[in-house]
């Protein structure tokens, strides 16, 4: 079942009209963003930076201190704890690798090898880096013990990757890639139905996956879902290429001339 709204998400996504139609020739007419690449290529890299350096020194910054009381825990969040399901772990890693590789694949077998693939692909990454780097900064300042640590199982309660519970970057991840092509599919296709249905179904299956698997609760993949969406809206929109206007002209008018352009 997990797997299956794993998949579902590649389906959506293949099957958006737009894409199908391909009502944009490939090519440099298809650009919609415009990319400064080394400022972009910085931002990118520092981000990456973010997210990682605390990562590897995780164990000198988690402070483990479970066993941990259940109580802690808002009482319409305690059934994720004991959740313990192999195959929703796996599914939300499959999740994830689709909403990541899906759109690219995809934007690769429209474009070719062009700028626009270039720029598409730059944005992209940025938003998933920027993303993660934010999901680092909040997952090691807060330490939210994951379900299986609140169950006090000995195989999580001494391991400082299950002090990361807040906010779920499976799902912020997953969010971010999808929303991030959900905005180039409008920008350059005009869609506006299945792309965002294939963010709404891989942000609901990631997010009950990785609570079946007890890696996070229901307040985790909330958060991690708006912080995604937040991502993938912005840095789009933020490197959208406008439309320029035509140059302004004098044209033949009754009684005179005229000015005539687009705006």
Same mark, same amino acid.
């Given at each position: 079942?997990?797997?299956?709204l794993?998949i579902?998400?590649?389906?959506?996504?293949?099957?958006?009209?737009?894409?199908a139609r391909?009502?944009?020739?490939p090519?440099?007419d298809?650009s919609?963003y415009?990319v400064?690449?080394?400022?972009?290529?910085?931002?990118?890299g520092?981000a990456?930076?973010a997210?990682?350096v605390?990562?590897?020194l995780?164990d000198r910054?988690i402070?483990l201190r479970c066993?941990c009381?259940p109580s802690?825990?808002?009482?319409?969040?305690?059934?994720?704890?004991?959740?313990?399901?192999?195959?929703?772990?796996?599914a939300?890693?499959?999740?994830?690798?689709?909403?990541?590789?899906?759109p690219?694949?995809?934007?690769a077998a429209?474009?070719?090898?062009?700028?626009p693939?270039l720029?598409?692909?730059?944005?992209f990454?940025?938003?998933?880096?920027?993303?993660?780097a934010?999901?680092?900064?909040?997952?090691?300042?807060? #330490?939210?013990?994951?379900?299986?640590?609140?169950?006090?199982?000995p195989?999580?309660?001494?391991e400082p990757g299950?002090y990361?519970?807040?906010?779920?970057?499976?799902?912020?991840?997953?969010?971010?890639?999808?929303?991030?092509?959900?905005w180039?599919?409008?920008f350059?296709?005009?869609?506006t139905?299945?792309?965002w249905l294939a963010?709404?179904?891989?942000?609901?299956?990631?997010?009950?996956e990785?609570?079946?698997?007890?890696n996070?609760?229901?307040s985790?993949?909330?958060?991690g879902?708006?912080?995604g969406l937040?991502?993938?809206t912005?840095?789009?929109?933020?490197h959208?290429r406008?439309? #320029?206007?035509?140059?302004?002209?004098?044209?033949p008018a009754?009684?005179?001339?005229?000015i005539?352009?687009?705006?």
């Amino acid at each position: 079942m997990r797997l299956s709204l794993a998949i579902a998400v590649a389906a959506l996504v293949a099957a958006s009209p737009g894409a199908a139609r391909g009502r944009e020739p490939p090519g440099d007419d298809a650009s919609v963003y415009r990319v400064d690449l080394p400022l972009d290529v910085a931002i990118s890299g520092a981000a990456g930076l973010a997210a990682l350096v605390p990562w590897l020194l995780e164990d000198r910054i988690i402070r483990l201190r479970c066993p941990c009381d259940p109580s802690e825990v808002p009482r319409w969040e305690r059934f994720a704890i004991g959740n313990k399901s192999h195959a929703a772990d796996v599914a939300s890693n499959v999740t994830l690798g689709v909403a990541v590789g899906g759109p690219l694949v995809l934007d690769a077998a429209r474009l070719g090898w062009t700028r626009p693939l270039l720029e598409d692909v730059t944005v992209f990454a940025e938003a998933l880096l920027v993303n993660a780097a934010l999901v680092t900064a909040v997952k090691y300042s807060v #330490q939210r013990p994951i379900p299986l640590a609140y169950a006090n199982d000995p195989q999580y309660v001494h391991e400082p990757g299950s002090y990361r519970a807040f906010y779920s970057g499976h799902t912020s991840g997953v969010v971010t890639a999808l929303t991030a092509a959900a905005w180039t599919a409008r920008f350059r296709y005009g869609e506006t139905v299945w792309p965002w249905l294939a963010v709404a179904v891989g942000g609901v299956s990631v997010g009950l996956e990785r609570i079946a698997g007890g890696n996070h609760f229901p307040s985790d993949v909330m958060v991690g879902a708006a912080a995604g969406l937040a991502v993938g809206t912005a840095v789009p929109l933020l490197h959208r290429r406008s439309r #320029q206007a035509a140059p302004l002209a004098l044209v033949p008018a009754p009684g005179g001339l005229g000015i005539a352009g687009r705006f």
